[in-house]
């Protein structure tokens, strides 16, 4: 995931400063499939965003499309309305959402409240953990 | 209130993010950085223990500083630490930080290994899912080793979660395809392949993933996966897009799954259950039908989804190309999109198109989309989808549509981009060359590909026009005027003076009769451009000078003026001084007859692949030339691509119909026995290391040829006459070259042939005796002249004796001018032997010594004596040799046409008899025999498998003796 000005805002893998570059070169009517090396890349613009993917050449380029927008809809659903800044100061919580939905570079997950249950479950967790540090702080 | 306020405690990192946010510039930033890295260090470093959440908070920006696109070397000790916390909030992190910033560090693995392997233990799904992402996201085959085992054990077990089948499944799939070795098949598997029936709709989406990768190696163990899949897919097509609920996407029922099962079903053929096919066939039906209902939303997201899927289950039928039906419907689909809109949808259309081209079935149907492709070509604004055109265009192109789609092609090279040039140049240069019917449209082809797109004409593309000109006696003169003309243009590629040079070289006097191209005017021309051109093409340029002495003499005295001039003579690049001196001295020398010998036009080059395809299929990867390759294409159905009509084996030269290229069948030699072996000897211009086309290097295994060339300043070199080889059909002729390799050197004043007989007394089969004819070209006589026969040595030579005994008689001392010796070499075999015996020739010529060292054509397989044997004992000795050194086997491609005749005839010339009915394969040649030395018999058993389709051989040698495996192996491989 880059932005439009080229900062990397979230990565694995394969993503580098040269593909990012030639994504950014690509104007808005073109194709979202472009050969790169020997790889695929999908790629698509959301706002300032852009989301890019690496796929190999049997693999499906239309559903590779739809996972970055089901990827999306996941980031706004959790972060309601999600804009770029909600992702550059909760990067984590980006990274999370993705190894939820997407696991060793296959989909694991399609549906969307499966994953956001748990994601939440996590936060969840996670609160309680606070709650109860915060608690023995007082008591101290 | 947006979720992420939650329990979102890191005040600090959102400090920090801000501030670097507020920097006014990059240095500004850097700076914050390195404070903010020192900061962090010297809090890792203190004395005072950090708890969990300054940890945290601390990887955490380190992590955010990493993103930003700096390095990052510390930090992991720190990771591991939250990593072995109890705290969910602390080992989330501490995992993210190892996942994305991968340390090799053994130690640093070792504790992260430890780590996950409790969290693995802890039945705390939460935590076992985190480590399993951990092992999926590093993939480390170090993790490999620790967990490969033991991941499938948690993927079947009964009371796993969903959520952690599903990580199982995906990190097994990582392991696996990092390091296939570790992970053990076993009962497992099967259990695996259930879960394609499980009721959870996301475990079955792991599921299909893994299996899909492992059943390509082990296919058996997974076939059960065909008809579970055929189901699920079936279920999955029918359902209302309602059904699946919240794997329903954009009232798509499950795209994602049914694209993956779409793609298992690709790992295997068509189902052979009747049953379970017709049932498939249905739901491909189906989903071409719903392509063509209205669509349920406008939204993009409904159609690509349903596009992915039938984009998807057209690879499928592609896959299994036996539904004409489908295949046509599917064409038709693709068709649409061709002009559809959404340029993602035609940029597909053109690909998936491609592969269609190469079946049977629908190439005529795709052929009707000719007119909208080149459309395309010529208006699409986006590179990549030209590209895809200009990819089916190729894939499309036969004999009846080549002019159009070459023309076109042609056009485009004008305009592309710079990217994809080469690779246009190569396509039009296949295609004008594989669907020619008249060699004066591929030459003008190929000179226009000079013009646009010089600079991306290969080598290989413009060797090959050389090599087909040189072929085809109906278009030299042809070519020869075309280049003339293309060479007038006053700023003209450099590869257009090469292929003008060389062509005007050789046949310059095809239209040396119009004055308006006599000799000094094509001379004119060309050294015109000489002095603009690099080393490379100027040594051509050389050669075609001294080509033009011999052509037309009235140059003479204007070429040796410019090869005399001190820019030649002295020049500092050594290839052009030594040629300039050779050819001076040549052309000053040489009778006239000599001349003639020595500048003779080029002989026809052996017919192979053509180098420019293996190019592309090297540029492109495998599948690159589907177009041309023609292992799946059926016989019965050469009309497709405009069919070649087989050469018959008794034409030497191509006929006009033939395939010019030799790619399906290229000429045979004209009477098989005897020449068999002439090819290897031919000077081969496309074989050497540097561009001299009428100065081709030898091939290193030709015989009788010179093994060190003499000093440029020498006047002697060496020219070898065809010997008589053909009245001794036994050993020496076949298969061995028989010594008819032309010297190319740069005088000329000896040829030696040779001849070889079983003699007058019939000799013991472990001798031979051969003749050889020494002659003196030359009218000068030559003195103490001496031939020897020399072995080299090897490491396999005795210090005391080499492995063969020769017995020469002398031959007069002196050699008249234009006289011809004999000399009768006895020959015979003490050991087995790898490298050839030497003939060493030294004599004074004009008072100045000369020495020639010549390879002989002695060979091992000379002393083999064929042996009769019946199948059983064949197969009896076959087994007994059986140690692996005792093997010997190559698989390579066919260098000459792949007749069974010819075949037999060179492995009887070989040596060995020929066994029918041994091999359960009619097509398989079996043979045996004895190589005889006197020090002890080596049995020899050999079996070769031609693969007509595949225009490959498999050779095996199975000797008692292992060098003589290999070396046989070697020098019969030659042969093919």
């Known amino acids: ?140 | 209130m947006p979720a992420v306020s939650k329990g979102d405690g890191m005040r600090g990192l959102a400090v920090f993010i801000s501030d670097i946010r507020n920097c006014k510039s990059k240095e500004a930033e850097i700076k914050r950085i390195n404070k903010e890295l020192a900061n962090i260090r010297s809090k890792f470093k203190g004395d005072k223990a950090l708890d969990g959440y300054s940890k945290k908070k601390y990887v955490c920006k380190l992590l955010f500083i990493f993103l930003l696109g700096h390095d990052i070397d510390f930090g992991h000790m720190e990771a591991v630490n939250l990593l072995s916390s109890n705290k969910y909030t602390e080992k989330q992190i501490g995992y993210l930080f190892i996942s994305v910033l991968v340390n090799s560090n053994s130690e640093l693995i070792r504790l992260i290994n430890n780590a996950i392997k409790n969290d693995l233990a802890s039945r705390n799904p939460t935590f076992m899912c985190l480590a399993l992402h951990c092992i999926a996201n590093v993939g480390s085959r170090e993790m490999g080793e620790a967990f490969a085992a033991d991941i499938p054990r948690i993927l079947v077990a009964g009371d796993s979660m969903d959520s952690v089948k599903q990580s199982a499944a995906l990190c097994l799939l990582r392991l696996y395809k990092a390091s296939p070795d570790l992970v053990p098949m076993g009962e497992w598997t099967a259990r695996v392949v259930h879960l394609l029936n499980d009721q959870h709709m996301g475990v079955v989406t792991a599921a299909v993933s893994l299996i899909t990768c492992l059943c390509k190696k082990n296919p058996d163990d997974f076939k059960t996966c065909v008809s579970l899949a055929v189901s699920r897919l079936s279920r999955i097509v029918s359902s209302a897009s309602t059904d699946l609920q919240d794997y329903t996407y954009y009232f798509v029922p499950a795209p994602w799954l049914s694209v993956k099962l779409l793609r298992l079903l690709q790992c295997y053929p068509p189902p052979e259950d009747a049953a379970v096919k017709g049932r498939l066939v249905e739901c491909l039906e189906t989903v071409l039908n719903k392509a063509q209902e209205p669509p349920k939303s406008k939204k993009v997201q409904h159609s690509n989804a349903k596009n992915a899927i039938l984009f998807e289950t057209i690879s499928l039928i592609i896959h299994y190309d036996s539904e004409p039906n489908l295949l046509v419907r599917a064409c038709n689909q693709l068709g649409q999109f061709l002009q559809h809109r959404e340029t993602n949808l035609r940029y597909l259309a053109l690909e998936s198109m491609c592969t269609l081209a190469s079946s049977e079935f629908s190439h005529e149907a795709v052929k009707t989309h000719i007119d909208t492709v080149i459309n395309a070509l010529k208006t699409e604004r986006d590179v990549s989808v030209r590209q895809r055109a200009a990819d089916l265009l190729y894939a499309m192109c036969d004999r009846s549509n080549a002019k159009q789609i070459v023309s076109e092609m042609l056009r485009y090279l004008e305009t592309a981009d710079y990217a994809i040039r080469e690779e246009i140049v190569l396509k039009v240069a296949i295609l004008a060359e594989k669907y020619a019917v008249d060699y004066s449209w591929y030459v003008d082809t190929i000179l226009n590909l000079i013009r646009i797109a010089g600079d991306y004409v290969s080598e290989e593309v413009w060797y090959r026009v050389l090599q087909i000109v040189t072929n085809r006696d109906d278009v030299q003169g042809y070519a020869a005027k075309t280049v003339f003309e293309a060479l007038q243009a006053p700023a003209c590629h450099e590869n257009m003076v090469k292929v003008g040079g060389y062509i005007l070289g050789e046949f310059g006097n095809l239209i040396a009769g119009d004055p308006r191209s006599s000799p000094p005017v094509q001379f004119s021309l060309l050294h015109s451009k000489f002095h603009l051109c690099s080393v490379a093409t100027r040594a051509l340029l050389l050669s075609t000078y001294i080509k033009f002495i011999n052509l037309f003499p009235e140059t003479k005295a204007t070429i040796q003026g410019v090869l005399r001039a001190g820019s030649q003579l002295r020049n500092a690049d050594v290839e052009l001084q030594q040629r300039a001196v050779e050819y001076l001295t040549l052309s000053s020398v040489a009778s006239t007859d000599v001349l003639a010998t020595v500048l003779e036009e080029m002989p026809p080059f052996p017919e192979r692949e053509s180098s420019i395809l293996a190019k592309l299929k090297r540029k492109k990867g495998p599948g690159a030339g589907s177009a041309l390759d023609d292992g799946r294409r059926d016989p019965s159905s050469n009309d497709i691509n405009g069919g070649m009509e087989p050469t018959p084996s008794t034409v030497s030269t191509p006929s006009p119909s033939a395939d010019l290229l030799g790619l399906r069948a290229a000429p045979p030699p004209a009477a098989p026995p005897a020449s068999a072996g002439a090819g290897n000897l031919l000077v081969d211009v496309f074989d050497g290391p540097a561009a001299q086309p009428s100065l081709g290097p030898t091939p290193e295994e030709a015989f009788l040829s010179e093994l060190e060339p003499p000093a440029p300043e020498s006047p002697m070199a060496l020219l070898a006459d065809p010997a008589p080889a053909a009245e001794h059909p036994r050993h020496l002729a076949p298969p061995a070259p028989s010594g008819l390799s032309e010297s190319s050197q740069s005088s000329d004043r000896t040829w030696v042939g040779q001849r070889d007989s079983d003699g007058a007394l019939p000799p013991p089969p472990t001798a031979g005796r051969m003749y050889l004819f020494y002659g003196n070209k030359t009218s000068v006589q030559f003195q103490n002249f001496s031939p020897t026969v020399v072995h080299p040595g090897d490491l396999q030579t005795h210090i005391l004796s080499g492995p063969l005994a020769v017995q020469t008689k002398r031959v007069a001392a002196q050699v008249d001018g234009g006289a011809q010796v004999q000399q009768v070499l006895n020959i015979e075999c003490l050991r087995d032997f790898l490298t050839p015996p030497l003939l060493s020739v030294r004599f004074r010529y004009g008072g100045a010594p000369q020495a020639l060292t010549l390879k002989l054509p002695v060979t091992i397989n000379k002393f083999f004596q064929p042996t009769e044997m019946a199948a059983q004992d064949f197969f009896q000795r076959w087994k007994q040799l059986s140690l692996p050194q005792q093997e010997a086997q190559k698989i390579f491609k066919a260098n000459h046409p792949m007749d069974a005749e010819v075949t037999k005839a060179k492995l009887l010339g070989f040596g060995s008899a020929l066994l029918d009915n041994v091999d359960p394969n009619p097509e398989n040649f079996v043979g045996a025999g004895i190589i005889q030395t006197k020090a002890l018999q080596v049995g020899c058993l050999l079996r070769l498998e031609p693969n007509a389709q595949a225009q490959m051989y498999r050779l095996t040698l199975r000797t008692s003796k292992e060098p003589v495996s290999r070396h046989l192996c070697e020098l019969l491989a030659q042969q093919f």
């Open chain 1, 1 to 140: 995931m880059t932005c439009r000005q080229g900062k990397l805002r979230l990565q694995k893998w394969y993503i580098t400063r040269e593909l990012v570059q030639t994504v950014l070169a690509r104007k808005p009517k073109m194709c979202s499939f472009l050969e790169w090396r020997d790889l695929k890349i999908v790629y698509k613009r959301y706002a300032s965003l852009y989301f890019c993917c690496a796929i190999e050449d049997q693999d499906n380029e239309l559903i590779t499309l739809e996972i970055i927008h089901r990827y999306v809809e996941l980031l706004d659903k959790y972060f309601g309305s999600v804009c770029e800044l909600d992702i550059i100061f909760n990067f984590e919580k980006a990274y999370f959402i993705l190894d939820e939905f997407l696991l060793g570079g296959e989909v694991q997950e399609t549906s969307k409240k499966n994953v956001l249950k748990a994601i939440e479950q996590a936060d969840l967790l996670q609160e309680k953990t606070e709650t109860i540090s915060v608690l023995s702080n007082i008591k101290s």
